[in-house]
């Protein structure tokens, strides 16, 4: 059987969110993309966020499995204009900085897994940055 997008960023998720190294340059390469977005997590327990992360990612490639989008709804009303107010545009930095670290940790990355991952989270990805 042919691999699906959804396959492979699920395998490929696999070999990376056991580390906790992956979900530590995750964060250092996103803050360092704005001083805006570093500013968000001045306060923030990065140990309980790199874990939070670890399972809202999991929710995305989820999503693209075909599970209800009830917990990245959530996730959208913590993240709009009336919680943690998280601009729209700031998502291509995120998954700018998402694609990097996993090409820095999945020994399988190619151009193919890259395009799988933009192709299966980015209707997840909307669902959250939509509720803004
Ligand atoms: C909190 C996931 C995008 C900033 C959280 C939490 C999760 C999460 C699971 C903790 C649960 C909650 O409080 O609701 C995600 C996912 C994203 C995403 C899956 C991508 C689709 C972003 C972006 C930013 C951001 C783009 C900033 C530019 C924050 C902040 C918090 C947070 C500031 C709260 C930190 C704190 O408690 O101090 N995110 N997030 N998130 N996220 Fe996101």
Redesign the pocket.
């Known amino acids: 059987m042919e691999n699906t997008d959804s396959d492979i960023v699920f395998q490929s998720y696999g070999r990376c969110c056991n580390n906790e190294q992956f979900f530590v340059d995750f964060y250092d390469r ?1 803050m360092g993309s704005s001083a805006e ?1 570093r500013a ?2 001045v ?3 990065m140990t309980a ?1 790199r874990h ?2 670890r ?3 999991m ?2 490639v989820l999503h693209a499995r075909g599970m209800p989008d009830t917990k990245l709804r ?2 959208g009303c ?2 709009s204009r009336t ?2 107010n ?2 729209p545009e ?2 291509l ?3 700018d900085a998402l694609i990097a670290t996993l090409w820095q940790y999945d020994p399988h990355f190619t151009e193919d897994t890259a395009g799988a991952w933009r192709r299966a ?1 980015a209707p ?2 909307e669902i ?2 939509s509720a803004y």
């Open positions: 996103f977005i968000l997590f306060d923030t327990d966020q939070l992360l399972n809202g990612i929710q995305l959530a996730l913590s993240h919680g943690f998280i601009r700031w998502y930095l995120w998954l989270i997840g990805i959250i940055r």
